[in-house]
């Protein structure tokens, strides 16, 4: 009886999100029983983390493979611990659920960005109508933490990892008798991700929890994969990075690097990026951003010399390339930054909203 009732109960939750395949229950035998005597722990890798463009890593929550780590530069190798844009897809028949989280690095917050955005985690489920919704945040006070939640019952929910620092374990406890399991495959998910590399902007700074970094937001608001390869201080078009990004195979790659770039740069690097990718895929929509400007000014000077490579570019026969103004990223109000570079809260839904609009009409396109 109560494998029938497990049965029918997971029949309903993904007919009832709408599209599933098929869901996968997670064999409590691979649980550990905590000594409460009620909670039952999962470590998340049961689960699978999504956000990973490789598997080969030194850690399972890193976002390079091992082999970068002697090609990049070692701030990009040191950043890459950081779980930015990693997330974990789970459904689950309780009203109630803990994670407990153990953190690579001591240092939990920033000047200009909190605690919660740095190292905490963020949960969102979807509704009846099937809109992701914000159900809470964990907030870190040490190495390892733990928070409780209401996640969203016999539906899908998406746990964020944190933007600014790395976990060495991430696990969800649910009451005994209860199930967890990985959601089945929404029609979003069959999707080529969207593959964004950038700055410290791109990482996610400086929004108050991970949820709420750009990529994120168009990750649930497109319904794909998003794979974040924002790297603060260190977006700067190395080839290292070209042949890294080369390997990937998303639906649109979106280039967003010249806050970290110098005019220099600028010239120099992006046009070869831009053909490495395009000779290793030669119909995937290719996505240049203009540097936002807290000023309003459009175009930046980086941003001329960008239209300058883009134009160039598609005069040389480069097809499937598109450039992206900095107009409306950040609002006319001068509210949208914590610093007059990095969005805050405000700023961040922003962005996401002009990438969204941007980057609808080329999944069409995408192959």
């Not at 410290?200 to 998003?226: H, Y």
């Not at 390997?247 to 010249?258: A, G, H, R, T, Y």
Request: proline share 6%; aromatic share 8%; net charge neutral.
């Amino acid at each position: 009886m109560k494998f029938i009732l497990k049965t029918l109960f997971l029949s309903w939750m993904f007919i009832n999100a709408g599209v599933l395949l098929q869901a996968a229950e997670i064999d409590t035998k691979r649980g550990v029983a905590d000594p409460d005597g009620n909670t039952m722990w999962y470590d998340c890798q049961l689960l699978g983390v999504e956000g990973k463009g490789w598997t080969d890593t030194e850690s399972y929550y890193d976002r390079l493979p091992v082999k970068a780590k002697s090609n990049v530069p070692s701030s990009v190798w040191n950043l890459g611990h950081d779980s930015a844009g990693l997330c974990v897809y789970f459904a689950t028949d309780s009203s109630s659920m803990k994670v407990r989280w153990t953190l690579r690095k001591n240092s939990l917050s920033m000047p200009h960005m909190p605690a919660t955005g740095v190292s905490g985690i963020d949960l969102y489920g979807r509704n009846e109508a099937g809109k992701w919704r914000f159900l809470g945040n964990g907030r870190p006070a040490g190495g390892t933490n733990c928070a409780s939640f209401s996640p969203a019952v016999g539906k899908d929910n998406i746990l964020y990892l944190p933007l600014y620092n790395g976990v060495k374990s991430i696990e969800i406890g649910i009451p005994k008798g209860k199930i967890l399991s990985t959601p089945g495959q929404a029609y979003g998910k069959q999707r080529k991700p969207i593959v964004f590399y950038g700055t410290s902007i791109t990482q996610g700074g400086c929004v108050s929890r991970p949820g709420l970094a750009a990529t994120s937001i168009v990750g649930r608001e497109l319904d794909i994969p998003v794979i974040n390869l924002g790297f603060s201080g260190s977006g700067k078009m190395e080839p290292e990075m070209a042949n890294l990004l080369a390997e990937l195979d998303p639906s649109i790659f979106v280039l967003d690097c010249l806050w970290n770039m110098n005019s220099g740069l600028v010239t120099e690097r992006v046009d070869p990026f831009v053909r490495k990718l395009r000779t290793m895929h030669p119909s995937t929509p290719i996505l240049l951003v203009e540097d936002s400007s807290f000023r309003n000014i459009t175009p930046t000077d980086k941003g001329h010399l960008l239209r300058i490579v883009h134009d160039k570019l598609t005069k040389d026969g480069i097809k499937g390339l598109f450039f992206l103004s900095n107009e409306e990223m950040l609002g006319d109000d001068f509210e949208g930054t914590v610093d007059g570079c990095h969005p805050n809260d405000l700023g961040m839904m922003r962005q996401a909203s002009v990438f969204i609009k941007a980057l609808a009409p080329l999944l069409s396109q995408s192959k």
